[in-house]
């Protein structure tokens, strides 16, 4: 949100008083002075008003974890283990999950508390690929990529999916980039093939690539440059 925004929605101060306080310099986001009234205040940032702090702040985290095979990619399950529960990390309760994998999909996995991160991570609009290696049951048909890349319709969401990319790596194995994450997308998408899919495994999403010097169950907090990366 715009500093001047998030400002003027705070009962203390109007819009005039918004606009002098940037112009005396007063105000200042993560210790910078800002008087730029478009300067983003974002959930994790802290914001001052000469002494006054109107938002304490708090760090974001960001984890990739390589999921393992009979996981729930959920924060809680009163059945399974889950993802989190992989993790040692104080306030795990405050994490989410962006882009979940089916029980016994494996691979990549981040995990955050940055809401507006994880959005651009998997919204559509992004169009950040997914990228799967995928192991099916019968022979992958020649035809398939190109029905792939004209999209699926998807009665029960009602819509059909963005192009998607297969390459043939062997004839019971391709890779699949896809730039949703619809429910069951990847199973569904064979499925229209009756094709079952028995192996999945994520290796990227978007720029960020599965560490392979992590084993399955495995994580590690995302480097700075990786979270720039999104
Ligand atoms: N598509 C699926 O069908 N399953 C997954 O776990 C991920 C994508």
């Known amino acids: 949100m715009r500093v001047d925004r998030f400002l003027s929605n705070l009962p203390r101060f109007n819009r005039k008083q918004v606009r002098?306080?940037?112009v005396e310099r007063r105000v200042s986001v993560d210790g910078v002075t800002v008087s730029d009234p478009h300067h983003d205040?974002?959930?994790?940032?802290?914001?001052?008003?000469?002494?006054?702090v109107l938002q304490a702040g708090k760090p974001a985290r960001y984890f990739m974890l390589h999921?393992?095979?009979?996981?729930?990619?959920?924060?809680?399950?009163p059945q399974h283990p889950t993802v989190l529960d992989l993790m040692e990390e104080p306030g795990k309760d405050e994490l989410h999950i962006a882009?979940?994998?089916d029980f016994n999909t494996t691979g990549l996995m981040l995990i955050t508390n940055d809401g507006q991160w994880s959005r651009r991570l998997t919204q559509p609009q992004t169009k950040l690929p997914?990228?799967?290696?995928?192991?099916t049951e019968q022979d992958i048909g020649a035809e398939y990529a190109a029905t792939f890349a004209?999209?699926?319709?998807?009665?029960?969401?009602d819509l059909t999916t963005q192009p998607a990319e297969l390459v043939l790596l062997g004839p019971r194995t391709a890779r699949l980039s896809i730039v949703e994450g619809r429910y069951h997308q990847v199973k569904r998408?064979?499925?229209?093939?009756?094709?079952?899919?028995?192996?999945?495994h994520r290796e990227r999403m978007?720029?960020?690539?599965?560490?392979?010097?992590?084993?399955?169950?495995?994580?590690?907090?995302?480097?700075?440059?990786?979270?720039r990366m999104v």
């Open 189 to 200: 998408m064979f499925g229209h093939f009756d094709n079952k899919v028995i192996g999945l």
């Open 130 to 135: 997914k990228v799967y290696l995928v192991e």
């Open 67 to 77: 999921k393992p095979q009979g996981c729930v990619s959920a924060t809680a399950d």
């Open 41 to 52: 205040v974002r959930e994790f940032s802290r914001v001052c008003v000469d002494d006054d």
């Open 99 to 101: 882009g979940r994998l």
């Open 150 to 157: 004209r999209g699926l319709y998807f009665a029960f969401e």
């Open 206 to 227: 978007g720029p960020l690539v599965l560490d392979p010097a992590l084993a399955p169950g495995e994580y590690r907090a995302l480097t700075d440059d990786e979270i």
């Open 20 to 22: 002098l306080l940037l």
